[in-house]
Protein backbone atom coordinates (compact mmCIF):
# COMPACT_ATOMS: atom_id res chain seq x y z
CA UNK A 1 0.00 0.00 0.00
CA UNK A 2 1.06 3.57 -1.14
CA UNK A 3 0.41 6.43 1.04
CA UNK A 4 -1.36 9.82 -0.07
CA UNK A 5 -1.21 10.48 -4.24
CA UNK A 6 1.55 7.67 -4.01
CA UNK A 7 3.60 9.17 -1.79
CA UNK A 8 6.00 6.92 0.23
CA UNK A 9 7.41 9.08 2.90
CA UNK A 10 6.46 11.76 4.98
CA UNK A 11 8.66 14.18 7.31
CA UNK A 12 7.27 16.06 9.90
CA UNK A 13 8.90 18.88 11.41
CA UNK A 14 8.42 21.07 14.47
CA UNK A 15 9.29 24.78 13.80
CA UNK A 16 10.21 27.26 17.02
CA UNK A 17 13.95 25.98 17.54
CA UNK A 18 13.80 23.15 15.11
CA UNK A 19 13.32 24.15 11.64
CA UNK A 20 13.98 27.74 13.03
CA UNK A 21 17.22 28.17 14.66
CA UNK A 22 15.22 30.33 17.50
CA UNK A 23 12.06 30.68 19.01
CA UNK A 24 10.50 32.59 17.23
CA UNK A 25 7.50 32.95 19.11
CA UNK A 26 9.27 34.66 22.37
CA UNK A 27 11.64 36.73 19.69
CA UNK A 28 8.11 38.19 18.90
CA UNK A 29 6.92 38.64 22.50
CA UNK A 30 9.84 39.87 23.40
CA UNK A 31 9.83 42.51 21.27
CA UNK A 32 5.93 43.33 21.33
CA UNK A 33 4.04 42.38 24.56
CA UNK A 34 2.79 44.85 26.31
CA UNK A 35 2.44 45.34 30.28
CA UNK A 36 0.08 41.88 30.84
CA UNK A 37 2.71 39.97 29.29
CA UNK A 38 4.52 39.51 33.14
CA UNK A 39 1.16 38.14 34.99
CA UNK A 40 0.03 35.73 32.25
CA UNK A 41 3.64 34.28 31.84
CA UNK A 42 3.36 33.95 35.83
CA UNK A 43 0.11 31.98 35.38
CA UNK A 44 1.65 29.95 32.93
CA UNK A 45 4.91 29.22 35.19
CA UNK A 46 2.68 28.28 38.06
CA UNK A 47 0.70 25.63 35.98
CA UNK A 48 -2.30 28.09 36.09
CA UNK A 49 -2.42 28.14 32.07
CA UNK A 50 -2.23 25.37 29.65
CA UNK A 51 0.09 25.93 26.65
CA UNK A 52 -2.52 27.26 24.33
CA UNK A 53 -4.11 29.26 26.57
CA UNK A 54 -0.77 30.64 27.63
CA UNK A 55 -0.06 31.61 24.01
CA UNK A 56 -3.81 33.61 23.12
CA UNK A 57 -2.99 35.48 26.41
CA UNK A 58 0.22 36.41 25.47
CA UNK A 59 -0.41 37.70 21.85
CA UNK A 60 -3.31 39.82 23.03
CA UNK A 61 -0.96 41.94 24.88
CA UNK A 62 0.86 42.89 21.49
CA UNK A 63 -0.63 45.97 20.23
CA UNK A 64 1.58 45.89 16.85
CA UNK A 65 -0.16 45.34 13.43
CA UNK A 66 -0.09 41.71 12.53
CA UNK A 67 2.13 42.78 9.70
CA UNK A 68 4.49 44.60 11.73
CA UNK A 69 4.90 41.17 13.31
CA UNK A 70 5.03 39.14 9.97
CA UNK A 71 7.93 41.45 8.86
CA UNK A 72 9.70 41.46 12.32
CA UNK A 73 9.51 37.27 12.00
CA UNK A 74 10.62 37.56 8.64
CA UNK A 75 13.58 39.92 9.15
CA UNK A 76 15.06 38.48 12.42
CA UNK A 77 13.96 34.43 12.26
CA UNK A 78 16.44 31.78 10.26
CA UNK A 79 16.09 28.66 9.36
CA UNK A 80 18.33 26.18 10.82
CA UNK A 81 21.20 25.29 8.00
CA UNK A 82 20.52 22.33 5.56
CA UNK A 83 16.87 23.07 6.25
CA UNK A 84 16.42 23.53 2.46
CA UNK A 85 17.85 20.56 1.48
CA UNK A 86 16.09 18.31 3.71
CA UNK A 87 12.73 19.61 2.15
CA UNK A 88 14.63 18.95 -1.47
CA UNK A 89 15.67 15.39 -0.22
CA UNK A 90 12.28 14.87 0.88
CA UNK A 91 10.69 15.81 -2.12
CA UNK A 92 13.09 14.03 -4.85
CA UNK A 93 12.29 10.97 -2.64
CA UNK A 94 8.70 11.36 -3.87
CA UNK A 95 7.87 12.10 -0.22
CA UNK A 96 6.00 15.45 1.24
CA UNK A 97 7.81 17.60 4.20
CA UNK A 98 5.54 19.25 6.67
CA UNK A 99 6.08 21.57 9.13
CA UNK A 100 3.84 21.59 12.11
CA UNK A 101 3.78 23.27 15.30
CA UNK A 102 1.65 24.75 18.33
CA UNK A 103 2.86 27.99 16.49
CA UNK A 104 0.51 30.44 14.66
CA UNK A 105 0.83 30.65 10.97
CA UNK A 106 1.19 34.25 10.89
CA UNK A 107 5.16 34.51 11.82
CA UNK A 108 6.21 30.95 10.35
CA UNK A 109 4.80 31.52 7.00
CA UNK A 110 6.51 34.71 6.47
CA UNK A 111 10.00 32.70 7.29
CA UNK A 112 9.24 29.79 5.22
CA UNK A 113 8.57 32.28 2.30
CA UNK A 114 11.50 34.26 2.29
CA UNK A 115 13.39 31.35 2.19
CA UNK A 116 11.53 30.26 -1.17
CA UNK A 117 9.80 27.70 0.54
CA UNK A 118 6.28 29.07 0.78
CA UNK A 119 4.97 25.82 -0.44
CA UNK A 120 5.14 23.64 2.25
CA UNK A 121 2.85 23.06 3.53
CA UNK A 122 2.14 24.07 7.15
CA UNK A 123 -0.17 22.58 10.32
CA UNK A 124 -0.68 25.38 13.14
CA UNK A 125 -2.35 27.59 14.65
CA UNK A 126 -4.54 29.98 12.45
CA UNK A 127 -4.86 33.53 13.55
CA UNK A 128 -7.61 35.30 12.02
CA UNK A 129 -7.50 39.52 12.90
CA UNK A 130 -10.60 39.89 14.01
CA UNK A 131 -10.50 43.95 12.47
CA UNK A 132 -11.77 44.27 8.95
CA UNK A 133 -8.12 45.46 7.57
CA UNK A 134 -5.78 43.09 10.16
CA UNK A 135 -4.10 46.22 11.91
CA UNK A 136 -4.43 45.33 15.44
CA UNK A 137 -3.53 41.83 16.91
CA UNK A 138 -6.87 41.28 17.68
CA UNK A 139 -7.09 37.65 16.66
CA UNK A 140 -9.48 34.72 16.43
CA UNK A 141 -7.35 31.53 16.94
CA UNK A 142 -8.40 28.43 14.78
CA UNK A 143 -7.06 24.88 16.11
CA UNK A 144 -6.66 22.41 12.89
CA UNK A 145 -6.92 19.55 15.99
CA UNK A 146 -10.70 18.50 17.43
CA UNK A 147 -8.74 15.93 19.78
CA UNK A 148 -10.01 16.57 23.11
CA UNK A 149 -6.70 14.88 24.61
CA UNK A 150 -4.61 17.38 22.81
CA UNK A 151 -6.57 20.70 23.41
CA UNK A 152 -3.62 21.91 26.10
CA UNK A 153 -0.95 21.24 23.13
CA UNK A 154 -2.87 23.30 20.36
CA UNK A 155 -1.72 21.42 17.63
CA UNK A 156 -1.86 17.30 17.51
CA UNK A 157 1.29 16.32 15.82
CA UNK A 158 0.26 12.89 16.20
CA UNK A 159 -3.13 12.93 13.56
CA UNK A 160 -0.76 13.42 10.07
CA UNK A 161 1.89 10.74 11.17
CA UNK A 162 -1.02 8.38 12.24
CA UNK A 163 -2.84 9.06 9.42
CA UNK A 164 0.81 8.16 6.52
CA UNK A 165 1.59 5.09 8.41
CA UNK A 166 -1.78 4.05 8.34
CA UNK A 167 -1.84 5.11 4.43
CA UNK A 168 2.07 2.44 4.02
CA UNK A 169 4.59 5.36 4.09
CA UNK A 170 7.21 6.21 6.42
CA UNK A 171 7.28 8.53 8.89
CA UNK A 172 10.41 11.18 9.84
CA UNK A 173 9.89 13.44 12.70
CA UNK A 174 12.10 16.14 13.57
CA UNK A 175 11.61 18.25 17.37
CA UNK A 176 13.28 19.64 20.21
CA UNK A 177 10.34 20.05 23.07
CA UNK A 178 7.84 18.46 24.87
CA UNK A 179 4.01 18.71 24.99
CA UNK A 180 3.43 17.67 21.64
CA UNK A 181 6.68 16.57 20.08
CA UNK A 182 7.28 13.52 22.88
CA UNK A 183 3.90 11.71 21.44
CA UNK A 184 4.90 12.41 17.81
CA UNK A 185 8.77 11.07 18.63
CA UNK A 186 6.88 7.86 20.07
CA UNK A 187 4.78 7.38 17.00
CA UNK A 188 7.15 8.08 14.34
CA UNK A 189 9.31 5.89 12.69
CA UNK A 190 12.64 7.52 13.00
CA UNK A 191 13.28 10.40 15.01
CA UNK A 192 15.59 13.32 15.00
CA UNK A 193 15.74 15.18 18.50
CA UNK A 194 17.65 17.56 19.99
CA UNK A 195 17.35 19.97 23.25
CA UNK A 196 14.37 18.85 25.80
CA UNK A 197 13.30 15.87 23.09
CA UNK A 198 16.35 13.94 23.04
CA UNK A 199 16.63 13.62 26.97
CA UNK A 200 13.04 13.35 26.61
CA UNK A 201 13.54 10.01 24.38
CA UNK A 202 16.88 8.97 26.05
CA UNK A 203 15.41 8.67 29.48
CA UNK A 204 12.31 6.92 27.77
CA UNK A 205 14.08 4.18 25.72
CA UNK A 206 12.90 5.97 22.75
CA UNK A 207 15.74 6.08 20.00
CA UNK A 208 16.71 9.40 18.68
CA UNK A 209 19.53 10.57 16.25
CA UNK A 210 21.17 13.84 17.98
CA UNK A 211 20.94 16.94 15.43
CA UNK A 212 21.52 20.67 15.07
CA UNK A 213 21.82 21.26 11.99
CA UNK A 214 19.64 19.92 8.85
CA UNK A 215 22.45 18.73 6.76
CA UNK A 216 22.97 15.00 8.34
CA UNK A 217 19.34 14.77 7.66
CA UNK A 218 19.02 15.40 4.04
CA UNK A 219 21.86 12.69 3.73
CA UNK A 220 19.62 10.68 5.31
CA UNK A 221 16.34 10.93 3.53
CA UNK A 222 18.86 11.25 0.19
CA UNK A 223 20.00 7.60 1.28
CA UNK A 224 17.04 6.10 2.07
CA UNK A 225 15.86 2.97 -0.63
CA UNK A 226 12.31 3.23 -0.19
CA UNK A 227 9.92 0.45 -1.94
CA UNK A 228 6.72 0.63 -3.90
CA UNK A 229 4.89 0.10 0.14
CA UNK A 230 6.74 2.72 1.89
CA UNK A 231 9.70 0.47 3.87
CA UNK A 232 13.02 0.21 3.40
CA UNK A 233 14.94 -1.85 0.85
CA UNK A 234 18.39 -0.83 2.25
CA UNK A 235 20.25 -1.64 5.64
CA UNK A 236 19.59 2.16 6.52
CA UNK A 237 18.82 2.28 10.07
CA UNK A 238 15.46 3.70 10.67
CA UNK A 239 15.54 4.52 14.74
CA UNK A 240 19.14 4.39 16.13
CA UNK A 241 20.62 6.95 18.40
CA UNK A 242 24.10 8.34 16.53
Known sequence: ????GGRTLLVVCDFDDTAADCNAAQLLLAEYAGPGAEAVQG????????????Q????????????QLRSYARDNVSLRSGFADAVR????????????????????????????LGDVPVLSVTGTPNAPDGAMMT???DYPSDREFCRDWAVCKC?????AQVAGELVIFIGDGLRSDTCAAEKADTVFARSRLLEHCTKNGIEAIEFEDFHPIADHISNLKLGPDGQITSSA??????
Do not use: C, H, W
Open 237 to 242: TMKAAE
Open 89 to 116: ATREQGGEFLVASAGIDFYIEPVLAANG
Open 56 to 67: EEMFKTVVAPVD
Open 159 to 163: EPIEK
Open 139 to 141: FRY
Open 1 to 4: MTGF
Open 43 to 54: AYRDGNLPFRDY
